[in-house]
Structures are given as structure tokens and as C-alpha cells.
């Protein structure tokens, strides 16, 4: 996205929720934040929380959106709005939060007539989804459908010929809408045969490839661990000698430790109780004391090696490594499909999408869908 397409996108954000322009600029704007972007946008979650508790009137946020880096305003303190700004990235999810679904209606003059005073418009379930199919690849496919709820029947490519309508959140005047004769969980079944139908239509060479590729894989893997195996044997026998060295290495070290000296009692007046004066951890370590003897003087208790529960921290077998492995590579190579709802809306329109062919369709699903920001 371009500076001047990132303004559009934030100006029809920012419509969307009726806020308040305190000023505009060339270069920035100043919006009165209303509650939900306030909320959504605002990073102060807390300050929400103590209004709603205290049921208090809010302060409405006021924040200044820049547009371009070299022309920043002077005496405003304004944030830097591009696409790859944390602010950007907060107006996207919000767009997504509020508007994942809409109803809207075709807006179109109408003259009543004394035969006929009205105009129906026709229920319509726009659907925008996401195919994708995964290996150790990517491909995704977008899918535009729009579902006749009144007379069944399903078209591609139907939010191209929304964009072409004038369309509004009120219906008109001198206008009905007609009855749905299919209820959301039928068209949502037609929207399924549908994607079905785009997918036969598709090469399946690409999961044919997909599954070569796990195969070779998987064979270098199997080469790896056999190779492991065979050499197995010699790993252990060198292992159980630095095993024996390091036991030893351990009975030295023990018969090394001196008991923990205690210091004589100092001489003390007849009837004078002796107190024996706690000792920190510094003092101890500067007049050269072992931190082992520390802790058995203040009464911590040492577990002895034997009686340390490590069965957790067993390592891996050799066919357990090997199972994982094979795991992470069948997730990661074996083809699948996943089908992503991305948004959509209730439409009712008095005009009707044309029908378009399996070679339309096909080419208007790989052209992008319109030139406008959506």
C-alpha cells in the first residue's frame, strides 16, 4: 500500500465509525478516537477498565495520523501511519473484529407508479474465502461467492459486481425484501460443493509432487538412522570407558572433601549463654568457605545422586528421534487443504450478477478482484 492509499484506508475506517475530524491536512489528520477504535487502538486497556468499573464519562483519545515521513507537522505530536506500522497493524485487526460481516442494500432511485408502488430486492450471501493447499509448499486461491438465498442458485466473482453498486447499510424507500427460501447452513452447503468443483478443475500434480518429495525424504532419513544403528555398538563401548573415568573422577573428588571446620567457642564469663551469631553467604565466601558447606551448616539437606528421580530427563532413543522426525516431516510435506473464510455479508440488490462460464470463472479467480482498497 501507497502513502495516499493508506490515508483512504484510515479515512474509511475512520467514517465507518462516524469519528470525529478535528483537522485535516494535506499531509495529517486529527481524529477524535469514538469508543470502539478507542478501545481496539488506543493501547490503554486499564483506563477502560477503571471507566466501565467506576461507570465514570470517558475522555476521548485524540491522536494525530502523519502520512508522510519528511513532512511531519510542526508543534503536533503525530505518529508515522505505513503499512508496516504497529498502529496499521491494530486499524487491520479492528477492520477484520467489526466488519467480518455486513448487510447492505442496493440503493437505486425509484419511481411509484399507482400499478406498482414498490420494488423488491432480492437476498444475496456474499462469500469471500481462502483455499490454500500446503505441502511443503504454498498456493492460495480466492474465491468470491455470491448465493441466490431466494432462488437458489451460486455465482464467482460477485464482489467485482458489488463494487459496481451503490450500496448502503439502509434500504431505500419504495423498496420490500423478498423472503429467503434457504436458510445460512444450506447456502453455506452449496458454497462447499462449489469449492469442491473449483478444486477438481485444478492440477493434482502438485500433491503427486508433494508425496515424491516426502518419499525422498523419508528415505534419507531411514539411510540416517541405519547408519546410526550400525555404529551404535562402538558409541556404547566408548561411552561405558568415559562412564568408568568420570566415576573415578568422582571417588577422588570425594575422598578430597574435608569435614566442615567448626570454630572453637570462644571463652565466655560464668553464666553467660553462648549465641551463635548468624553468618551471611558473602561473609562466608570472602573468609574462603565451599558453598557445599554453607548449605549443610544453615541445615539444607543434600539429595544424594542415587535417590534423583531422572526419568524425565531420559534422552531420546535413537527410534523415538527417528519417530519424531518422520512426524515433522509428513506435517510438513503431506498435501492438505485448508478453506479460510476471510468475510462476507447479506446483500439485497434488485440487480442480478451476470453468470459467467467455467473458463470466466476460472480467469476471473486468478485476476484481482478491483483496483479499490478493500
Not at 496499521?88 to 437505486?108: A, P
Not at 437458489?152 to 448502503?168: H, N, W, Y
Request: charged residues 25%; negative net charge.
Amino acid at each position: 500500500m501507497q502513502e495516499q492509499q493508506v490515508r483512504q484506508f484510515v479515512e474509511r475506517y475512520l467514517a465507518s465509525f462516524s469519528a470525529h475530524i478535528v483537522e485535516t491536512h494535506p499531509d495529517y489528520l486529527t481524529v477524535k478516537l469514538p469508543v470502539e477504535v478507542d478501545k481496539d487502538i488506543g493501547n490503554r486497556p486499564f483506563y477502560w477498565s477503571w471507566v466501565e468499573k467506576m461507570n465514570i464519562a470517558y475522555q476521548p483519545l485524540m491522536l494525530t495520523f502523519a502520512f508522510h515521513p519528511d513532512r511531519m507537522p510542526e508543534g503536533l505530536r503525530a505518529e508515522y501511519l505505513h503499512l508496516g506500522a504497529a498502529r496499521m497493524q491494530q486499524i487491520f485487526e479492528s477492520t477484520k473484529k467489526h466488519g467480518r460481516f455486513l448487510c447492505m442494500y442496493e440503493q437505486k432511485p425509484a419511481s411509484p407508479s399507482p400499478s406498482r408502488r414498490s420494488t423488491p430486492l432480492v437476498p444475496w450471501l456474499g462469500l469471500n474465502l481462502k483455499v490454500s493447499l500446503l505441502c511443503d509448499k504454498k498456493r492460495d486461491i480466492l474465491l468470491y461467492l455470491g448465493i441466490n438465498m431466494h432462488d437458489p442458485r451460486i455465482v464467482q466473482d460477485f464482489t467485482s459486481f458489488l463494487f459496481r453498486l451503490p450500496l448502503s447499510p439502509t434500504i431505500p424507500d419504495y423498496f420490500y425484501t423478498m423472503d429467503r427460501r434457504i436458510t445460512v447452513e444450506q447456502a453455506l452447503a452449496m458454497a462447499e460443493q462449489e469449492v469442491n468443483a473449483v478444486l477438481e478443475q485444478e492440477d493434482q500434480n502438485w500433491a503427486a509432487e508433494a508425496r515424491s518429495r516426502l518419499q525422498e525424504e523419508l528415505e534419507i532419513l531411514a539411510a540416517y538412522y541405519e547408519e546410526l544403528a550400525r555404529r551404535e555398538p562402538e558409541s556404547a563401548e566408548k561411552h561405558s570407558d568415559d562412564e568408568e573415568a568420570e566415576a573415578d573422577c568422582a571417588e577422588a573428588a570425594q575422598a578430597e572433601e574435608q569435614p566442615l571446620s567448626v570454630p572453637d567457642t570462644p571463652p565466655y564469663a560464668a553464666g553467660q549463654a553462648y549465641v551463635e551469631q548468624p553468618q551471611s553467604f558473602d561473609e562466608f565466601r570472602s573468609s574462603g568457605g565451599r558453598i557445599l558447606d554453607f548449605l549443610r551448616a544453615n541445615g539444607i539437606q543434600t539429595t544424594p545422586r542415587e535417590e534423583i528421580n531422572q526419568k524425565e530427563w531420559r534422552k531420546s532413543t535413537p527410534d523415538e528421534e527417528r519417530q519424531r522426525r518422520m512426524d515433522e516431516l509428513r506435517w510438513q510435506h503431506e498435501p492438505r487443504i485448508e478453506v479460510q473464510f476471510i468475510n462476507g455479508g447479506l446483500f439485497y440488490l434488485s440487480s442480478a450478477p451476470p453468470l459467467l462460464s467455467t473458463s470466466q470463472s476460472k480467469k476471473a479467480a486468478k485476476s484481482p478482484v478491483s483496483g479499490r482498497i478493500l
